[in-house]
């Protein structure tokens, strides 16, 4: 690879790269020795072709959720079947994954800048903005930026726009999938937002079962099938669509979680 070679969106693919095995080697104990990342489909990843590929997932933390799909992506195209031992597989990772970002978020340090560079597609959202409610149209722009990286690898996008759960799918992944038509993956996941703070810098809790969940790829009628009928797909896909707490209150949800904690505390069992 040259020296100097460049990603569509300007960065220089050697010091990308440089960058991922050094935030890899560094973040990869938070998913295999402070707490345990149980995964399951890998072997779905090495189906997908090089690009046009929509990873949809729910959303738990800022930056650790990100950070744990590129260790099981690289890990997975390695050939490890759900696992991620030994992280020798993120000395040559796949250099074309991006994610959507809130370019606030990306631009709130050093660090983040940082985690930028290795693949963040910033975006300005249309409903928040400085941690208060906002209205203002979608820029162009970030539409294109995120066609750009659909063209050249795998884009992982958090369709809710929030980590808190349950809330709305915005409407704009839809649209997407409608307009570029890629291969659509569902991923849930699980064990973060007690693992760590909100940011996902920080470990809130260690001994916990992580869960990541990659699911076959979506059957879609992009043709056919309404932005409406897309969301309905995302909400079930990513289970996140309000069914899912209608058989229990809030509160009988909050305590069964706490209960679920205690019993992936796998250390001390």
Known sequence: MPLFKRNPFGHILFIKKWLIRILGVVSHGRYRSFNNLQIEGSEILRQLPDNNVLFISNHQTYFADVAAMLHVFNAALKGRDDTIKNVGYI??????????????????????????????????????????????????????????????????????????????IRRGTAHIIKTYNPIVIPIVIDGFRRSFDKKGLRIKKRNVLQSMVIKEPLEIDYE?????????????????????????????????????????????L
Do not use: C
């Open 91 to 168: 000395w040559n990772p796949k250099l074309n994954i991006y994610y959507v970002a809130a370019g606030e978020t990306m631009r709130s340090g050093l660090l983040p800048k940082i985690f930028a560079y290795t693949g963040s597609i910033s975006i300005e959202r249309t409903w928040r903005s400085g941690g208060q409610d906002v209205k203002r149209q979608v820029k162009m722009s970030d539409i294109s930026n995120i066609s750009k990286a659909l063209d050249d690898g795998w884009v992982i996008t958090f369709p809710q726009g929030t980590t808190t759960p349950f809330k709305p």
């Open 224 to 268: 056919n099938e309404s932005v409406a009928d897309i969301v309905t797909k995302i909400e079930y896909a990513i289970e996140q669509h309000p069914s899912f707490l209608k058989v229990i209150s809030p509160e009988e949800y909050a305590k069964q979680e706490a209960e679920l904690n205690k019993k992936r505390e796998f250390w001390n």
